[in-house]
Each structure stands twice: as structure tokens, then as C-alpha cells.
């Protein structure tokens, strides 16, 4: 695609329930990241993956957060039991690849989630 | 752990002014990024700086960076109100995670007419 397209755009969702964002990376970039935006805070790193592995787990919040990616593309955020401390917005971006240029990040326009 | 701080991380400003947002970092870096972010939008990349000295300019905004200070500024000279928006800084780091990007707070700026 033209661009990252993430959906749904904004999530309601009740405590204790489970979500998946979904990100679609722009077309043949083989790197894709995961960041959460918190109010008042930067952006958090989560997970990236290169092609469908993910080398880098080390910024994900808790053991209810999982991702994955099939097919090199698309891209799963899911979040078991959410919590209130949960909402935040997800960013997802996606790069070419490894190494300047290529890894240059373009971003997604976010999911809002909202755990009541 | 590399340490990107920003600021200010709100900052108000008449149109026709100049101001400075500041990013300084804690570890050895080659190469600084600065995004921009409107509500409800995307990051736009901005500037990627590579080396100490870069300096980028792309209409009312300069970007340099020092790797010696381990500071980065983003200049805004002669302020419109279409500027208005979070700036992010982020700094490479190798090994780090995510490709070793790691992201200040960001910059909220305002800009009045």
C-alpha cells in the first residue's frame, strides 16, 4: 500500500478483555515495529520484527502482550486481559529494511485504545 | 540504557518568532532522527542528521547535530502556525532494540498567530 495502515483506528474495550490491532506495512518493507504512545510520554518501544521473526521481544509490557507476523506483511498486535493502564495509543511503522537508508521509519496513524 | 531527553516538551510561541527544541542523549551516536507528529496523524520523518556537523534545513526548519555534545537541535526560525505540532527526536543506537531507534518524549509546540 500507498502507506502503514493500522485498524481499527480507535478500540473500546472493557477491562479483562482481549484486542488485536493490526498493522499492514507499507508493500515489500521487510521490517516492522510495534511502539506505544502513552499521554505525556514518549514513544515506547515493543517488539520489531525482520520478515515474520522478531529478534527483539525485550519491550513488551507483560506476558499478555503477544504479536506476530505471517507472510512477511501483516502484522498482529493482541492483548490478553486488558487493563486500564493498557490504553494508550499503538503505533506501528515499518522499514525497508536494516542499515541507513533502509531503515528509515514510517509510521502508521495509530490505534486509540481505550480500556474502560 | 540510552537515554533520549527533550526539551521543553511544551512549548508556546507567537507567530514571526524564533525558538530552539533541544534533544540530548546519553550514549555514542552517529545518527539522529526528528519526526514530526499531528493529532491524530502519523510520524513524518524530517531530518535524518549522520554525522557531527550535519546541519538540514527544509523551509523554516533547521536541524544540527553534535555528536561530541551528544545534542541535536531542531530550529524554528520566523514561526508559522501550520508548524504547530509534537516534535520527536530519536537517536540510533546500535544493539539497542527496534533497530536501536530510541525516541525522546517529544516536543509539543504551539504556534499563535
Known amino acids: 500500500g500507498a502507506g502503514v495502515s493500522q485498524s481499527p483506528s480507535n478500540k473500546v474495550t472493557e477491562k479483562g478483555k482481549d484486542v488485536e490491532l493490526r498493522c499492514d506495512p507499507i508493500s515489500g518493507h521487510t521490517a516492522l515495529y510495534w511502539y506505544r504512545q502513552s499521554l505525556g510520554q514518549g514513544l515506547e518501544f515493543l517488539i520489531y520484527?525482520?520478515?515474520?521473526?522478531?529478534?527483539?521481544k525485550s519491550g513488551l509490557p507483560s506476558d499478555r502482550f503477544s504479536a506476530e507476523r505471517t507472510g512477511g506483511s501483516v502484522s498482529t498486535l493482541t492483548i490478553q486481559r486488558t487493563q486500564q493502564e493498557d490504553s494508550a495509543v499503538y503505533l506501528c511503522?515499518?522499514?525497508?529494511?536494516?542499515?541507513?537508508?533502509?531503515?528509515?521509519?514510517?509510521f502508521g496513524a495509530g490505534t486509540r485504545l481505550s480500556v474502560l | 540504557e540510552l537515554k533520549v531527553e527533550q526539551n521543553p516538551l511544551f512549548l508556546s510561541m507567537q507567530e514571526g518568532k524564533n525558538y530552539t527544541i533541544y534533544c540530548n542523549y546519553s550514549?555514542?551516536?552517529?545518527?539522529l532522527y526528528w519526526y514530526r507528529q499531528d493529532p491524530g496523524k502519523s510520524l513524518e520523518s524530517l531530518f535524518v542528521l549522520l554525522s557531527n556537523g550535519a546541519v538540514k534545513q527544509e523551509g523554516r526548519l533547521m536541524a544540527s547535530l553534535d555528536t561530541k555534545a551528544r545534542l541535536s537541535t531542531l530550529h524554528i526560525t520566523a514561526a508559522v502556525h501550520d508548524l504547530s505540532a509534537t516534535y520527536f527526536c530519536a537517536v540510533y543506537h546500535s544493539g539497542g532494540g527496534a533497530d536501536g531507534l530510541t525516541f525522546g518524549k517529544g516536543t509539543h509546540l504551539i504556534i499563535q498567530p
Open positions: 511503522a515499518s522499514s525497508a529494511g536494516t542499515g541507513f537508508p533502509k531503515n528509515i521509519q514510517y
Open positions: 520484527f525482520q520478515g515474520n521473526s522478531a529478534p527483539d
Open positions: 550514549t555514542t551516536s552517529d545518527r
